[in-house]
């Protein structure tokens, strides 16, 4: 809290103090006090909506069915609105259990996530400050959980069989402190829980974005961006993925590269919150992420297996929303940077898509997305007047579209391509073939500069950042009270 006071107007010294700590015991503990606190407040949506798939295994759920461990508590069913009626006043109880009144002596009614996720203002600042701490929070492995034997507990003896030795009973020991997650593990998994529910509260959505410019931070380094991205640098990490709402993406089990996850949650928080009042600035975070990542992935010639056609799927559908609802999106703040970054990251994976796709099948698939959407690409850049505009590489997209227009047509000229019926008569199997046999003679014409991106620049975010921390104290006050 203190870090965070007044740090826009003088040179705070707790902010200071902060980018100096250097000791990695302590913040060792503190990452791992922040995993526990993600774990916790994760727990809070997952039990109103249990979502973990049927036959998933994990640690704990075997260590619960010996009899070690604690025991999870299987959740209720809900239909989808009385759960998001839930969702929405998942923080009622504890201020009702902690009489938390206004000024006014009326009831203030908060939100999930619970007010533990003050926490997330303090990873923020040590994020954004100590080097040495995001390289912990990125690699410090799970704790291993310590297994003991049942402890013998003896039995007293009845007065009515005083001959009778006693028997020890069989007690399952307390449950183990430590979690078989990693810390960044559990972060990435809340993250996803926050995207998916970001749009049912305000405070939500702060803590939501809290977290993707956490992630955004962290992507922006090289060094740990690599280990994100390769196995055998960074190892690989089981995520938790939410799956309280449709559309779900493929299932994943077992470890996988922690990139991955974060494109899972950046997909999610894309998918989960088109509405007409868009937030521009979330899904300006979640395709930025997207794109520091496949930049470095380009860069680095760096491959690993994802479901890439689910993300190509997910900006599409975005492009299509933003053509959509131009009339209520087309003022928004911030709306030229997401148009750019969208369009971009498309022509950047369409341009060098052989550098990180893992096979022909998933570039294949980017290029028929494309071409399937050319004449919806034409008025998106109709209406936005994104011809004008020298940082957007719309004209790319258009010009792959248009190449294979004229050959699924055969020949011809493009002012016959719209009306002409016969590209809608094929089949999506000719299409894939037509595409397949086009990149002898597509020429992708794009402009400098894909790949780069602006590094974070905490003044651009002062206003989110000062409402945030405002939110932390109230929460800590509510802590404090509790």
């Not at 089981?238 to 449709?246: E, F, K, L, S």
């Not at 950046?266 to 899904?283: E, F, K």
């Not at 994976?349 to 690409?377: C, H, N, Q």
């Amino acid at each position: 809290m203190l870090a965070s006071y007044n740090k826009f107007e003088f040179r705070n010294p707790y902010q200071m103090r902060l980018a100096d700590f250097v000791n990695e015991t302590a913040i060792a503990r503190i990452v791992r006090c922040i995993g526990s606190a993600c774990r916790d407040l994760r727990t809070a949506y997952t039990d109103i909506q249990d979502d973990l798939p049927e036959g998933w295994w994990s640690l704990s759920s075997a260590l619960s069915m010996i009899g070690l461990g604690k025991r999870e508590k299987k959740a209720g069913v809900w239909d989808e609105e009385t759960a998001r009626g839930m969702f929405a006043k998942l923080w009622v109880h504890f201020l009702i259990d902690s009489c938390l009144a206004s000024r006014d002596g009326i009831l203030t009614i908060g939100h999930r996530p619970g007010p533990q996720a003050a926490v997330l203002l303090a990873t923020y600042d040590f994020t954004h400050t100590n080097k040495l701490f995001c390289f912990n929070f990125v690699t410090l492995p799970a704790e291993k959980a310590l297994l003991l034997p049942p402890t013998p507990t003896p039995t007293p003896s009845t007065p009515s069989t005083p001959s009778t030795p006693s028997t020890p009973s069989l007690t399952p020991p307390p449950a183990a402190s430590s979690s078989p997650e990693a810390p960044f593990a559990s972060f990435i998994s809340l993250t996803s829980y926050l995207l998916h529910h970001a749009s049912t509260s305000q405070r939500t959505t702060l803590y939501a974005n809290l977290t993707l410019t956490i992630l955004r931070l962290i992507v922006e380094d090289a060094l740990l961006c690599r280990r994100l991205c390769v196995p055998d640098v960074g190892g690989t990490i089981a995520v938790r993925m939410c799956r309280q709402r449709p559309p779900h993406l493929p299932l994943v089990r077992g470890e996988r590269a922690p990139a991955a996850a974060v494109l899972d949650a950046m997909i999610a928080g894309i998918d989960h919150n088109l509405r007409r009042r868009l937030d521009v600035g979330l899904h300006t975070l979640c395709v930025g992420i997207m794109l520091r990542i496949i930049s470095y992935l380009s860069r680095s010639r760096t491959r690993f297996a994802y479901h890439w056609n689910e993300l190509f799927r997910s900006l599409i559908s975005l492009v299509k929303f933003l053509t959509t609802y131009v009339a209520d999106i087309g003022t928004a703040p911030q709306i030229e940077t997401l148009l750019d970054h969208v369009v971009n990251l498309l022509a950047l994976s369409l341009s060098v898509g052989e550098a990180f796709l893992p096979s022909a099948a998933d570039y294949d698939d980017l290029f028929y997305k494309v071409v399937e959407a050319g004449d919806m690409l034409l008025k998106f850049k109709s209406v936005y007047c994104l011809g004008s505009r020298s940082s957007c590489s719309i004209d790319t997209l258009l010009s792959v579209s248009t190449h294979y227009k004229q050959q699924l047509l055969g020949s011809g000229s493009g002012a016959k391509e719209k009306e002409d019926p016969r590209i809608k008569n094929l089949t999506s199997a000719r299409v894939a073939e037509v595409i397949k046999e086009g990149y002898e003679t597509l020429s992708i014409q794009t402009k400098e500069g894909l790949d780069s991106w602006e590094k974070f620049r905490e003044a651009d975010e002062r206003s989110l950042i000062k409402i945030v921390a405002r939110t932390a104290v109230d929460d800590v006050k509510a802590l404090g009270k509790g």
